[in-house]
């Protein structure tokens, strides 16, 4: 037995059923941020230019080592995870 397809797959297929390759999967980052916040993080508030992300820093210590340099410092407190109910 096999499932009907979802109404999204059926978009995603041209008529012949053939995967539609213009359709996109995955949304990017940036028009996420767009959507959700009004935030065009690909364009300086300051000149205007369009701007690239270079590099993607995890490192508790990176991050804390570049918010210092830019003066923003960090408050030292992480949140823990939330209270479960008991």
Same mark, same amino acid.
């Given at each position: 037995? $096999?499932?009907?397809? %979802?109404?999204? #797959? @059926?978009?995603?297929?041209? /008529?012949?059923? +053939?995967?539609?390759?213009?359709? *996109?999967?995955? $949304?990017?980052?940036? %028009?996420?941020? #767009? @959507?959700?916040?009004?935030? /065009?993080?690909? +364009?300086?508030?300051?000149?205007? *230019?369009?701007?690239?992300?270079?590099?993607?820093?995890?490192?508790?210590?990176?991050?804390?080592?570049?918010?210092?340099?830019?003066?923003?410092?960090?408050?030292?407190?992480?949140?823990?995870?939330?209270?479960?109910?008991?």
């Amino acid at each position: 037995m $096999v499932p009907t397809p %979802t109404h999204r #797959k @059926r978009c995603q297929a041209s /008529d012949d059923g +053939t995967p539609n390759p213009a359709v *996109a999967h995955r $949304v990017a980052w940036a %028009t996420l941020m #767009k @959507r959700v916040w009004d935030i /065009d993080a690909l +364009t300086c508030s300051k000149s205007g *230019a369009t701007l690239a992300a270079l590099a993607e820093i995890t490192d508790p210590d990176e991050v804390a080592r570049y918010l210092a340099h830019m003066g923003e410092g960090s408050s030292g407190l992480s949140r823990g995870p939330p209270e479960t109910a008991a």
